[in-house]
């Protein structure tokens, strides 16, 4: 599989992983729930659940497929086609 960051194709595959490290209730309650940082989910998912097993599993699981990553912030409206051409080792 493709762990594609910018869509949400990627979270089923991941819950299935995870399995029983990841109960119904602390699923239920981070759906629920509205998190201003990324850092007060975590802190709530670490509450909650073993989480260094979640870590190990999730790092395993991402280490057993690819994943796309895009960076775009240098590029101007003029280098993509070069970059198409050179590939990214020019």
């Known amino acids: 599989m493709i762990i594609d960051f ?37 802190k709530a998912f670490a509450g909650a659940t073993n989480i260094d097993a979640v870590i190990d599993r999730t790092v395993d699981w991402i280490g057993e497929n690819r994943v796309r990553a895009y960076h775009g912030t240098r590029l101007t409206d003029l280098k993509p086609p070069r970059f198409r051409l050179l590939g990214s080792g020019r």
């Open 6 to 42: 910018d869509s949400n194709d990627w979270m089923e595959p991941l819950d299935v992983a995870l399995g029983p490290l990841v109960n119904s209730a602390m699923k239920d309650m981070l759906l629920r729930s509205t998190f201003e940082y990324t850092d007060d989910a975590l």
